[in-house]
């Protein structure tokens, strides 16, 4: 029998999702209808609630769904979202999320595994290559470094091989042994054993390195021997020597492991990053002498296509490799060869699909790229573009696509091509549900939905859900103001620089001898399309070269915690800075990177401010009374934590054919510390609620505690005020931690003469915490220092004192500096491709 209300139900979704009582994370039950085959852009302030729309309750739904219809052991292949709090959602199709995530994979992850261009270019090379006279021919596998049947025998496929040298392991050959000659030991226990075990074979450890044998200091350093010898501890070389004359019994048996053996094993065998990162200090790397860094055996470089060997191909730029295939792809260069018709055939059919796909990220914007490039170098808006460039080419349609800020790390002139795209995704017959900040992208719109009024706990609820001309009358919106132009705020007149920080014969990347003045004592704005050399000049090449100056050690942005060797080595920086110097005490780089690993990190730890409230809560008289310290009130120290959880909060449970769940401790119900600590109170409330509150709560609780309050008005002050203080550093995203590390900077005693430089820190931001963050910016160059940020937000750039604009194009077209002044001088200039952007936010006068 059929319900009426179904019948009701079911025509009013037609051409609509339904969602009801919808209660993922903020969202304060909410209801609403959203239209399909439309383009509906989710807006509100950072921490509003977007996300937990879009993603956390739409997004998990759909794929909670689709996971339903597959077998139980298909759905461990999937990483499972968690399933949402919401009563009811009708007429919702299937959905696929792309979402900003810092490079992914490994670092033999590269732009062509994740197209899937790779496995084609190499069916074309083995079907329809140029081999040698006499050569068979080999698989498609037999082209990729990953495969045994490809990979260069010699260095596994890396493209470089990894040796010690005497250099290497001993740097000061003026020390002894003693005194740590061989630097490539540890410097703890195993270091001193080996020291002592080298006294009981007779070495000299007190005399300088440089004047032991050649034959005694290659031996300590490369042999494979390992005696096992008596080792008497504390004793001196000649009463060692006694001992063993008298057959003294000695502290124990040790085994002498010569330096060499000690870095390759550890290299080889260690699972730690750090301890990876630090052994490769003690190695050389160099090119491979027999593929010449080329990954792959003789046998599949002998074969090429166009010319070409497969690893040559694969470092040309996408927008080279595309005009290589073009003529091959429309069946006219075939006709000049003498080649039989299904080889013909063969390569016309595959160049053709490798054209098409390769035309969707030109027209991306992503031609500066290679299929080489590995994918932890990329940028998050890189890396959902290539995703975004293959669903375009698979034609589906009746799909939703939810999207997370697509328009990140985007030039406006490359946001228009993005617009472009997604267009072409709806006139497929797909909806788009994207969250963004991008006022370019909201105004492209069919379909808003203002999530507000405010972050956290003020947040969560819908103001607005409609046609984008409908929010100009929503007067708690605060997207409204930034849409309609109804805030006004004119950017404050530039300030003069200071002095200038000139450098020369910058190389790195795509940049060539380049030779770059920066200002001192201003604010600076870095800007040009995406991959014209922006962050390599500022992120890689001045960090590297500033820190050098300043004794730093600077790491490069591309290096990634992975455990794993990029093949194509660390990219070098050459150049000096030839002035300016003087001016410069100080380097801080306020990345996106991760505060922490794990989920015991977090904020409140990260900016120091728990050190403080665990104090107060030690100093409370139940406390003193208990004789608990500081150190009772930390989850990570066993007297205070809950040993269920050992302070995690959670445990896992393992599911069978389902992905392992976390849940509340049965113990501690996820407050993370025991029973007794719990217990203290200060102002009634335990150390466990004082983790749970947000920044503004905390900020209000805390008002008469001068340290804790000055760490929190400084959070909210960058717009962290909705973020809880106990939030684990795995849920942050970057934008979220680099204001936290921006923060914790800005806690500290400010004495000028600091080089602040940021990669693009509005990355996240609403236009109103965008003004947030540019006050407090400001104020670390009110007090002598220089903030230089690479950027694209015009807001940002219209308020900057100068600005570098880079370019003319992305990759081996770009890399120069086009031109660099005012934002009014620069909105003037034609050569720009940022100045027709830039002049409607600077002022009229001044442009004119």
Known sequence: MTNNSDISSSESTKGFVRVRGAREHNLKNISLDIPRDALVVFTGVSGSGKSSLAFGTLYAEAQRRYLESVSPYARRLFHQMSV??????????PAVALQQQRGGGGTRSSVGSVTTLSNLLRMLFSRAGDYPEGQDIIYAEAFSPNTPEGACPRCHGLGRIYEVTEQSMVPDDSLSIRERAVAAWPKAWHGQNQRDILVTLGYDV???????????RDWILFTDDQPLVPVYRGLTPEETQQALKDKVNPSYQGTFTSARRHVLHTFANTNSPKMKKQIMEYMVSTDCPLCHGKRLRPESLSVHFAGYDIADISRLPLKQLSAILHPFAAGTKQKQQNADESRQLVA???????????EVLLQLGLGYLSLERNTPSLSP??????????????NLFGVVYVLDEPSAGLHPSDTEALLSALQRLKKQGNSLFIVEHELAVIKQADWLVDVGPAAGEQGGQILYSGPPEGLAKVSDSKTREYLFGQNGQEAPSPRAPKG???????????????EADFPLGVFTSITGVS???????????LVTLVAAQLGQKAVAEEEEESGETAYEGPASTDGRIIS????????????????????????ATYTGLFDHVRKLFASTPEAKKRRYDAGRFSFNVTKGRCETCQGEGSVMVELLFLPSVYTPCPTCHGARYNEKTLEIKYRDKSIADVLGMTVDTAWEFFAGEAPVHRALHILREVGLGYLRLGQPATELSGGEAQRIKLATELQRMQRGTTLYILDEPTTGLHPSDVEKLMAQLNKLVEAGNTVMVVEHDMRVIAGSDWVIDMGPGAGDEGGAIITSGTPAQVAKVPESKTAPYLLSFVKEEAAS
């Open 84 to 93: 949402p709090e919401v009563d009811s959602i009708d007429g919702l199709p």
């Open 206 to 216: 007190d005399r300088p390195w440089r004047e032991l044998s050649r034959e005694d």
């Open 348 to 358: 016309q059919r595959i160049a053709e699909d490798l054209n098409g796909r390769l």
């Open 381 to 394: 808006g890189e890396l959902q573009r290539l995703r975004l460039a293959t669903q375009l080419y698979s």
């Open 500 to 514: 200038w920080l000139k450098l020369e014969g910058v190389t790195r990347n795509n940049l060539h001898q380049l």
């Open 531 to 541: 991959g014209s050399g922006k962050s390599s000049l500022v992120s890689q090449a």
């Open 580 to 603: 300016g110097m003087e001016a410069i005490k100080r380097l801080v780089q306020v990345d996106q990177k991760p505060i922490g690993r794990t989920p015991r990190s977090n904020m």
